[in-house]
């Protein structure tokens, strides 16, 4: 079943400059989804439009269809914003990339976690506190009481990007955005984050769109791979195939440049 | 959750200019708070004679027309705080939801707000309060207006800067992709971010409409006798400043107490009312 279809989506600035030009994809349900690009590729401007979230002065044209179980068919180009705002959460939800500005630095943790699962599922009190609970300990985050009155700045940068993970989840979402949900953590918290959101994805049968500019990363979780330069797709198809026979000369050197890394730190460590 | 923001918070630190702030400024509310219930005289009794100085019956003296100083000086703590409240809550209020208009605004609806706000920045107050006295009438409820209009420009700018900071802010589009509508958006991320800034803002204007309102009483645009200003109270005893020295220090002290106290409050509001703050402290 197809959950996301993406035809001929483009993106202009106010000046008129294409940010992203007919980029067209589908995603179905359960499906992993990787959008590589360097740094002003469209790829997060690409998230925003899917979410109909491109800020304001941004023209958006083409289809982004979302077909998601018990919320109907939407055109989220033409819909009007009461309609997106009650399929934000539920069709989709994002991780960004940088947790402590993803997060509201004057509200407790627990209480920005609890806001979602008490708009959508409607709970209160000690009901809403037991699946604030819960949200927490889903995402691996040990002594969840603590974690949930602390303020985003008493944690640290891997406990928030699990607490936005929490956040993004709590809607049970059928579609997960990931926006280079890892480029801000420690090595070794990102291995830990990307097993956890790989573990997530595959336990809920989310969908999962990952955005990243790192082609070792993507093909660690994603099946199929679109790659972005300019705004435009170069190349897509499964990470195997981009990975072993890249097409395009720029995913030639973005394979080339992970395979040197590699090749750099096996010789280091051998 | 929703329970932990009401409990009040674990740590709330002890700030010691707030605690100073606050002993200055209650110390004149104190004043006027007793007004109401207890004066020395009535603020009308000419009998004590003209110019007596400080000492019994009394205590500070009386003023040119033979009324008692202290309880000028008392009837004066009220209108004080009368007008910094009231100006406070006009200005607060007008000027909070221009700037969220204005920040929320489109390009063009923002820049002719804008342009509006610096105009009526510009205008002086004191021109503004005539308009607005020759438009009703001499009354601390006119000044209270003048005043407010004046301040509610000022807030609206800074508000309108801090909102555009906010919805730049990443959280505001977490939150959006999470399904929170604008409305929601703004009570529960955008009024809780921009308070720490413009709560210390409203405090310092508080002082301002104080010392604006015993400007605009000094001028005899304020509140009509026998209701006693500050203000007025130093432009009746400028005249005779070297004979009797307490009709301009008491009102001039008084005065200075509750500005100083209400910036100090300020500046101790600043520290409390901003959690990242608190950590560095």
């Known amino acids: ?270 | 959750m929703s329970a932990g923001r009401r409990r009040v918070s674990r740590r709330v630190p002890r700030s010691a200019t707030l605690i100073a702030g606050c002993v200055l400024a209650g110390l004149v509310l104190a004043v006027a708070v007793v007004s109401f219930f207890w004066l020395p005289y009535a603020p009308d009794d000419t009998t004590g004679g003209r110019l007596m100085p400080p000492g019994l019956p009394h205590l500070l003296g009386t003023d040119k027309l033979g009324r008692d100083l202290l309880t000028q000086l008392m009837i004066g703590a009220r209108v004080a705080l009368e007008a910094g409240a009231g100006a406070v809550l006009i200005g607060g209020l007008v000027g909070l939801a221009g700037g969220l208009a204005a920040g929320f605004a489109t390009r063009w609806l923002d820049d002719t707000l804008s342009a509006l706000l610096d105009i009526l920045i510009a205008f002086p107050t004191v021109l503004l309060a005539m308009l607005v006295t020759a438009a009703r009438e001499a009354s601390l409820g006119s000044a209270i207006i003048a005043i407010g209009l004046a301040m509610s420009a000022i807030v609206a700018r800074l508000t309108r800067v801090l909102v555009k900071r906010v919805l730049a802010q990443d959280f505001i589009t977490a939150s959006r992709t999470s399904g929170t509508s604008w409305p929601r958006v703004v009570v529960e991320h955008v009024l809780p971010n921009i308070w720490p800034t413009l709560s210390v803002n409203l405090a310092l204007q508080f002082g301002l409409a104080v010392l604006a309102e015993a400007s605009l009483s000094y001028l005899g645009l304020g509140a009509p006798p026998p209701n006693a200003s500050w203000g007025r109270m130093l432009q009746e005893a400028q005249a005779s400043v070297f004979i009797a020295p307490a009709g301009v220090i008491a009102p001039g002290v008084l005065l200075v107490v509750l500005v100083v106290g209400v910036n100090l409050i300020a500046d101790g509001v600043r520290d409390v009312a901003d959690p990242t703050r608190r950590r560095t402290r």
């Open chain 1, 1 to 270: 079943m197809t959950l996301l279809t993406v035809t001929g989506l483009h993106v202009r600035s106010a000046e008129g400059r294409d940010l992203v030009s007919d980029v067209s994809f589908t995603l179905g349900a359960g499906e992993r989804l990787g959008l590589i690009g360097e740094s002003g590729s469209g790829k997060s401007m690409t998230a925003l439009a899917i979410m109909g979230l491109a800020p304001p002065g941004m023209t958006v044209s083409g289809g982004v269809v979302f077909d998601a179980p018990g919320l109907g068919r939407t055109d989220v180009v033409t819909a009007g914003e009461r309609r997106l705002t009650s399929l934000r959460g539920r069709a989709t939800s994002t991780v960004f990339q940088e947790p402590l500005t993803a997060l509201d630095p004057l509200m407790r943790v627990g209480r920005q976690v609890a806001e979602p699962l008490r708009r959508r599922r409607g709970l209160r009190g000690r009901a809403l506190h037991a699946a604030v609970r819960a949200a927490l300990e889903e995402v691996r985050l040990a002594d969840p009481d603590r974690i949930a009155r602390a303020y985003p700045h008493e944690i640290s940068g891997g406990q928030r990007q699990r607490v936005a993970i929490a956040m993004a989840l709590a809607c049970d979402p059928a579609l997960l955005i990931a926006d280079e949900p890892t480029t801000a953590l420690d090595v070794t918290v990102q291995a830990e984050v990307l097993t956890l959101l790989d573990g997530l994805v595959e336990e809920r049968g989310m969908a999962l769109l990952f955005i990243s500019h790192d082609l070792a990363v993507v093909s660690r979780i994603a099946e199929r791979v679109i790659v972005l330069k300019n705004g435009v797709a170069v190349e897509s198809g499964s990470v195997g195939e981009v990975v072993n026979a890249p097409r395009h000369p720029y995913t030639r050197e973005l394979v080339g440049s992970a395979r040197r890394l590699d090749g750099a730190l096996e010789w280091r460590t051998s």
